[in-house]
């Protein structure tokens, strides 16, 4: 992997939708490893990957990926 890092939503998306990554996989046609590699960080998915992750997610490639860490979800200053 190069100095690059990706970061991602997928475990957030496959939890919320109770997806388990067997199922996402098959749904995408590689291997269960995989998913969990790219939930990790460990591997950076294909352009063509991580199209076919946000179509199944229904949701823009932007929801998904990131070059900048996402917010931890309850890191958001409360307003009041």
Do not use: K
């Amino acid at each position: 992997m190069g100095g690059e890092t990706v970061y991602n939503r997928i475990a957030v998306l496959r939890v919320e939708r109770g997806v388990s990554r067997r199922q996402l996989a098959e749904a995408l046609g590689v291997h269960y490893q995989t998913i969990g590699y790219l939930e990790r960080g460990e591997y950076s998915p294909s352009l063509h990957l991580a199209l076919r992750i946000a179509e199944y997610f229904e949701v823009p490639v932007e929801v998904v990926f990131s070059t900048t860490p996402f917010p931890r979800i309850g890191s958001t200053p409360r307003s009041g």
